[in-house]
């Protein structure tokens, strides 16, 4: 196995890997790999829903993900679809799944089913590397702050007032459960490799806790056009057999919305993660 970093950028291509047997040492590997790249990128695997479960279970517990529709037979499996006929995708914003929860999950596990002829990448954005080039006077006045993340606004039935959200019922729903949020440090210590990284983004973090509405919403937009530097990001194009794993404390994403007509469908499994500290 090899990891084959995207510098700059965003995440490590895995190179010489079958994700269907891996041994304990490729386990280790993937998981300091993922802690220090933010997200790994695997090319021509062939996995089955089992396989999926599986690979995900040597990370962690799984997430079932209260807003997701299941696929058929697998709860653990969340679908990601867009039919030619619809308008809207699913993540097309940046962010970060489940900052709306108290304890975020790790991440997630991405497998391509159907894809269009073209288009449909999604992109990644590392917050390591946004942090590292944020000026000292920036970092330290991000020193300290807390955020508060909501699903309301984005998983609520108000959210489904917005015509293009609209299209989403039935693809996403439960709307009754997003009641949650969630305060989390604005800089946060990696987990897994103790690195410093920017923890708000665009879809779910609502304000700066300690600012006035004003002040934070000037603050996070500040932060969110640094973030969204090219030399930060990484576009993943899928091919059949690829398969992303990402790290929610380490990145931001956004799929593409740039297939009309045509169909996108991914198989999603989300890993528990821990309690996150500045
Ligand atoms: C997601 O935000 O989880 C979906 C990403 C994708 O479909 O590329």
């Known amino acids: 196995m090899a990891i084959v970093n995207v510098a700059p950028g965003a995440g490590a291509y895995v190179t010489d890997v079958n994700l269907g047997s891996l041994s304990e040492s490729d386990v280790a590997i993937i998981r300091e790999s993922l802690g220090n790249h933010g997200v ?58 489940h900052s709306y929860d108290q304890i975020p999950a790790l991440g997630s596990i991405l497998v391509a089913q159907n894809l269009p002829a073209s288009g449909g ?82 879809d779910f973090t609502i304000h700066i806790n300690e600012m006035a509405k ?9 932060l969110y056009e640094h973030c969204q530097r090219p030399e930060f990001s990484h576009r993943f194009e899928w091919k059949e057999g690829s398969v992303a794993f990402w790290d929610n404390r380490a990145t931001w994403h956004k799929a593409l919305n740039d297939y009309p007509g045509q169909r996108r469908l991914m198989h999603r499994i989300t890993v528990e993660g821990v309690a996150l500290c500045a």
């Open 214 to 222: 004003s002040e934070s919403d000037a603050l996070l937009n500040e």
């Open 40 to 97: 790994l990128f695997f090319r021509d695997q062939s996995v089955t829903p089992e396989q999926h479960i599986a690979f995900a279970l040597r990370f962690g517990e799984i997430n079932i993900n209260r807003f997701f529709k299941p696929i058929a037979d697998y709860p653990q499996i969340a679908e990601v679809r867009k039919e030619p006929e619809q308008g809207s995708n699913i993540g097309s914003n940046w962010h970060t799944d």
């Open 121 to 202: 990448d999604t992109v990644f954005a590392n917050m390591f590397a946004a942090y590292d080039a944020l000026t000292t006077q920036m970092k330290s006045r991000l020193r300290g702050l807390y955020a508060t993340h909501s699903s309301r606004h984005a998983f609520g039935s108000k959210a489904y007032e917005k015509s293009e959200h609209k299209e989403l019922i039935g693809r996403l729903g439960n709307t009754e459960l997003a009641t949650q949020d969630a305060i989390h440090p604005v800089v946060i210590r990696h987990p897994i490799s103790g690195k410093q990284g920017i923890y708000v983004n665009p």
